[in-house]
């Protein structure tokens, strides 16, 4: 079974910075992509980033600039710096990855930045 475990939230400043970990375990060949979301309360869930497997990476026009994700296939996992947070980064991030014939998400893991 597959799971995606999100850690690193938690609540900052305006300013501030926050990194993201998505721990990947379980029974998989291979991953195609890996991405980062968010979710605000009556909001569509939006791209924010999003890694292929030769490193290329795309990013939220949001969050260009101050955003950068990464990856460390050793340790299975995805992650998510984020820089200059704005209240409007306020969100429930979720990790999901995309492998042949399936996407999986992680429960999310809650950033909230006050002003």
């Known amino acids: 079974q597959v799971q995606l475990v999100e850690s690193g939230g938690g609540s900052v400043q305006a300013g501030g910075s926050l990194r993201l970990s998505c721990l990947v375990s379980?029974?998989?060949?291979?991953?195609?992509?890996m991405a980062w979301y968010r979710q605000d309360a009556g909001k569509q869930r939006e791209q924010v980033a999003h890694?292929?497997?030769?490193?290329?990476?795309t990013y939220g026009d949001s969050v260009r600039g101050r955003f950068t994700i990464s990856r460390n296939d050793a340790k299975n996992t995805v992650y998510l710096q984020m820089d200059d947070l704005k209240p409007e980064d306020t969100g429930v991030y979720y990790c999901?990855?995309?492998?042949?014939?399936?996407?999986?998400w992680g429960q999310g893991t809650p950033v909230t930045v006050s002003s």
């Open positions: 999901k990855i995309v492998v042949p014939r399936a996407a999986y």
């Open positions: 379980g029974s998989i060949a291979s991953i195609n992509s």
């Open positions: 890694i292929t497997n030769d490193d290329v990476t």
